[in-house]
């Protein structure tokens, strides 16, 4: 069943190059700078400048009965005379060592909200590193506000999506320069769009050991092609969001079957790392059936390093279906669009995993 939606679908062979099949590691590595490339070019962009932006630390404080140490990270970037300070929160559990984080970039200015149940996630041993997408730059066309008032071409050379995905990585360099952190065992999670930004910067930024991509759909876990009714399309997408991707992505309208690559091809960059996409069963929009077999044909690249992808069966998921044995996972959760507790949980037990080295393979 699986195969047949492929071939439905009309996926071409993107692990062929030139009509040939990639068989080594050696040639994986090899094509993967270049299919990172063609992502830049025709979906995502680049901005042409890395900033280091000061930091200043806000006191910390003990929160929720004292168990927390909360410090508020201002980071300022300058660049041609113009500077921009996103706000940032450190969470971490009071008076512990070597602990495990979660970047998570968010809808919300406060902390914690309705998608971050930010004491269940420290009484589990983790730590949470916080910012809000629109302290980054605003979620619209507006390419002279934030961080994108700080670099040339937006729209042109580079989307919103690309900017937040700036943002997640700034944070990155900054949790290796704190000690209580294990520097190995960093996180990514976003929902929605932001799924999108999570998976986008895992792919090219390799320091995160697991991407958590909650119902992230179109453009970012699903496949472009093959939509059906009630599917987000890329029409629909760039219709509402065009200001997240580079504007030369809009050639693809109606016109999937010409997209030098598909939506897996962005998953495969980040092996051999962790992934885990979670979907939701009303979610139609974010097309449940094409982010799971995404992460079906991904794993090929996995498949490269000795690695197990995605270990299913040969049938599309079902509600309550959970594929978490590999290295990379998919699970379709009940009812709706939501970051929730229950995928929080879903999220936190692979990360346990990880660190204890007991997932099996």
């Avoid at 990585?169 to 000690?179: E, F, G, K, P, Q």
């Avoid at 000795?306 to 998921?317: E, W, Y």
């Amino acid at each position: 069943m699986i195969n047949n939606e492929i071939k439905r679908r009309d996926i071409p062979d993107f692990f062929s190059v030139d009509g040939k099949k990639i068989a080594s590691l050696d040639e994986w590595k090899a094509y993967r700078s270049e299919l990172a490339s063609l992502f830049i070019d025709e979906e995502y962009g680049v901005v042409d400048k890395k900033i280091v932006p000061s930091i200043k630390i806000e006191g910390g404080k003990h929160s929720f009965g004292g168990k927390v140490n909360w410090e508020i990270i201002n980071f300022t970037f300058e660049n041609n005379g113009k500077s921009h300070t996103v706000k940032t929160h450190l969470l971490l559990p009071k008076d512990k060592a070597n602990v495990p984080v979660f970047l998570n970039i968010g809808f919300e200015k406060e902390v914690p909200n309705k998608y971050l149940p930010l004491e269940e996630i420290v009484d589990s041993g983790f730590g949470v590193f916080y910012f809000c997408y629109e302290e980054v730059t605003s979620d619209n066309g507006d390419f002279e506000n934030g961080l994108a008032s700080l670099f040339e071409g937006g729209g042109e050379k580079y989307g919103k999506l690309t900017l937040w995905s700036y943002m997640a990585s700034a944070c990155m360099d900054y949790l290796l320069t704190r000690n209580e952190i294990d520097k190995n065992n960093v996180a990514i999670i976003g929902h929605s769009r932001l799924g999108k930004t999570a998976i986008l910067t895992s792919a090219r930024d390799h320091r995160f050991v697991l991407t958590c991509a909650n119902q992230s759909g179109s453009c970012g876990a699903s496949l472009s092609r093959g939509k059906v009714t009630g599917n987000e399309t890329i029409v629909a997408i760039t219709d509402t969001f065009p200001f997240w991707f580079k504007k030369s992505y809009l050639k693809y309208r109606d016109k999937e079957n010409e997209l030098p690559f598909d939506q897996h091809m962005l998953l495969s960059l980040i092996a051999p790392r962790h992934l885990v996409v979670g979907g939701a069963k009303e979610d139609f929009w974010a097309d449940n059936d094409g982010q799971f077999l995404s992460c079906h044909l991904a794993s090929y690249a996995w498949e490269l390093y000795g690695k197990k992808g995605l270990i299913s069966n040969s049938t599309l998921p079902k509600e309550n279906d959970f594929f978490l044995d590999g290295r990379v996972g998919f699970y379709l959760r009940p009812l709706e669009h939501f970051l929730s507790r229950y995928d929080w949980n879903v999220y936190m037990k692979k990360f346990k995993e990880i660190i204890n080295n007991d997932t099996k393979e």
